[in-house]
């Protein structure tokens, strides 16, 4: 192994001054709201503060919070779900002390992120008063209409905004962010020609659409000092078709933008750093564009990186740039290239508070990544108003779901090597008890080796590897190609058992199936040379959807077949920027959708189906048939061990307890592994 004086990431720990404040290194924490720990009076909750501390201690140079309301009435928001500056200024100190304060002991600064709340993109956050930069109706429900703000009502904005810094400082923050020139919330209104029609010194000229970030930052300076440092989060380019619509990508030159184009935008950045920014916490997209803004599992690593340096060669103070950042060698690339100077981690921090300091002493290898894959986050944030992380039970739960000291060693026998089995074997065999897996296959994984193959989700397979990695590494006794019977396990003598045995491709019959250039969607995805040009794909779920927009980029002919009238199983399942991002690429790829259909029969080279609700009835040509509906536990072995064993626990877990996502999966695991 590398000395740490031959750490290649050496470039990453070198100090950066932002204003008068120096930073350690070249990670900063980006900021994520913080739904679900904020209290009542609109503060932390001693887990949020707890979820920082963590990402302190883990070697991050800089944090940037979750937005904070400036002033609460400026937009009068609900019951708060985020941070609220002024609802109880006293309780918001003392909350915030003890943050500053703990983080600064590990040589961490940390910033406040500013908002003003959301203008017409109010959803997440429900707000009672229903305001503007000028009459609009809201981008959810067009039914809910927005009144312009008065002059007077902007200038006290403005000037909350200081009296919120100097809170800010009061509390021991090193800096402030403002909330944002990005994915249109309400500043970002301001400046954008589609959004604000006025008349006064707020409105028309280029110059008065931008009058009111310019004059927040001046604001600040004058209440705070000149050296008490302000960043702007800044959306370049909003990649936006128009009022409801976002842009894709591959797009970008054939689409006008009706939103901030990449010309303003670094106009836009020379005026504001003039103005007194001391960085841009940097990135593209709007609530239109909401999957470039998160960056899903159709995104690529480094989605901003093109941008920011455009960006970087504009201004210069320092350009701040996240978006699937926490590959390494990318990361490093970045930064000594010029593209930007500091490395945003938010979803990445998530999955791994130590990220940063694996990094610093060259153990890359024991980086858990992030796989974008948004449920614990963004699925969380819309079904259950809170934050959580898929792959790391202990987000946001450092103390609740520390690791429990055991007061008896257990002989644990883990019957299934996915992603249940892994993280039930690696909790068990942390927490001090002896632990054996039996895998019946060659490989670790289960299912996650599929998943892994397509697209941008690589990151999956990397996580494998994490698992195996630190399996390895903590005395996990692993046996591959062995299937466990009830009279092995017997013999074994074993404390606990889990059974983690997986689930297993829905089987799916009709005519036809057993025809040679029918597959499972998962079996072609190793061995893609059984593909002809023509695919058809039964099931629009989230795997049918994946396949087909992966054969479509491939230059395939693609139909996809759904029963149902929602694609990927609607929102309570799957991240919403991933059915946004998949809607848009059926259009682009010319993808053709038969919505509440079920295929009927498959022949030599097509397949017949019929509408579920008409019985109308059509042929599809097709050379290639994939099946993608659904999976189901592989539970028979778990009754089995239950009835003819004497273990005295015996566990069920991932898919084979209940078939679900990552999340649950890890989740479920991590919750028994840690009780045992």
Not at 357 to 380: A, D, F, V
Not at 384 to 407: F, G, H
Request: glycine residues 8%; proline residues 4%; aromatic residues 8%.
């Amino acid at each position: 192994m590398m000395s740490k004086k031959e750490n290649k990431y050496e470039s990453l720990f070198q100090p950066l001054q932002i204003g008068g404040v120096t930073v350690k290194n070249r990670f900063f924490l980006s900021p994520m709201g913080n739904f679900g720990h904020v209290d009542a009076e609109g503060a932390l909750t001693d887990e949020g503060i707890d979820y920082y501390v963590e990402r302190a201690k883990g070697g991050i140079g800089l944090i940037i919070t979750g937005y904070c309301i400036a002033d609460e009435a400026i937009e009068e928001a609900e019951t708060p779900s985020i941070l609220v500056i002024k609802k109880n200024p006293l309780i918001f100190i003392q909350k915030c002390s003890q943050l500053t304060e703990r983080v600064h002991a590990y040589g961490t600064k940390i910033f406040l992120q500013l908002t003003a709340g959301f203008g017409r993109t109010a959803k997440v956050v429900k707000v009672n008063k229903k305001i503007a930069p000028s009459d609009a109706d809201n981008m959810y429900d067009p039914s809910i209409k927005h009144r312009a703000m008065t002059t007077q009502e902007v200038k006290d904005m403005i000037g909350s905004f200081g009296r919120a810094a100097q809170i800010a400082q009061k509390c021991g923050f090193d800096g402030v962010e403002i909330h944002a020139l990005h994915e249109d919330y309400l500043l970002d209104q301001f400046t954008m020609e589609q959004w604000n029609h006025r008349t006064d010194q707020y409105g028309g000229s280029f110059e008065n659409r931008y009058r009111v970030p310019c004059e927040i930052v001046q604001k600040i300076k004058e209440v705070c000092g000149k050296n008490f440092p302000v960043t702007l989060r800044y959306s370049v380019k909003h990649y936006m078709k128009d009022g409801k619509t976002g842009i894709l990508p591959e797009q970008e030159n054939t689409v006008h933008e009706a939103g901030r184009d990449l010309e303003e935008g670094l106009k836009a950045a020379r005026w504001l750093q003039e103005a007194g920014y001391d960085g841009f916490d940097s990135d593209i997209g709007s609530c239109e564009a909401h999957y470039l803004s998160h960056p899903n599992i159709f995104t690529k690593d480094g989605i901003y990186l093109d941008m920011s340096a455009k960006l970087q060669a504009a201004v210069d103070v320092p350009v701040m740039v996240a978006g699937r950042m926490d590959e390494p060698d990318m990361a490093l690339d970045a930064v000594k290239s010029g593209k930007c100077q500091m490395i945003g981690l938010g979803r990445p921090a998530l999955a791994d508070p130590y990220l940063v300091s694996k990094l610093e002493k060259n153990q890359p290898e024991r980086i858990r990544h992030c796989i974008s894959c948004n449920y614990g986050c963004i699925t969380n944030i819309f079904n259950k108003s809170t934050v959580w992380c898929a792959i790391n039970p202990q987000c946001y739960a450092e103390r609740r779901n520390a690791l429990r000291p055991i007061l008896k060693k257990k002989k644990v026998v883990v019957v299934g090597g996915g992603p249940a089995g892994m993280e039930a074997a690696l909790i068990s065999v942390v927490r001090g008890h002896e632990v054996i897996l039996y895998e019946k296959t060659d490989h670790l994984g289960g299912n996650l080796v599929y998943a892994g193959a397509t697209l941008y989700k690589h990151h999956i397979l990397e996580l494998v590897e994490w698992f195996k990695t630190e399996m390895n590494n903590n005395g996990v006794q692993v046996v591959m190609k062995h299937e466990m019977t009830a009279g092995e396990l017997e013999d074994q003598n074993a404390d606990v058992v889990f059974i983690a045995s997986g689930s297993k491709a829905r089987p799916f019959h009709i005519p036809g199936t057993e025809k040679d250039h029918v597959f499972y969607a998962h079996e072609v995805y190793y061995d893609q040379e059984k593909l002809g040009d023509k695919v058809t794909v039964i099931g629009g779920g989230q795997i049918g959807m994946e396949t087909a927009i992966w054969m479509a980029k491939l230059g395939k002919q693609v139909s996809v077949v759904e029963f149902t009238d929602q694609i990927m199983g609607g929102t309570k399942n799957t991240p919403i920027g991933d059915i946004e991002m998949a809607h848009l690429y059926t259009d682009y790829y010319d993808i053709h959708m038969y919505m509440n259909t079920k295929a009927s029969k498959i022949t030599e080279n097509s397949v017949e189906i019929e509408g579920v609700k008409d019985g109308s009835k059509e042929e599809i040509p097709a050379d290639t048939v994939l099946i993608a509906v659904g999976y189901e536990p592989v539970n028979d072995i778990y009754p089995e061990f239950v009835k003819n064993t004497s273990v005295p626990e015996v566990y069920n877990v991932g898919d084979s307890n209940h078939v679900a996502n990552i999340y649950y999966a890890i989740h479920d695991a991590y919750e028994l592994a840690n009780n045992i």
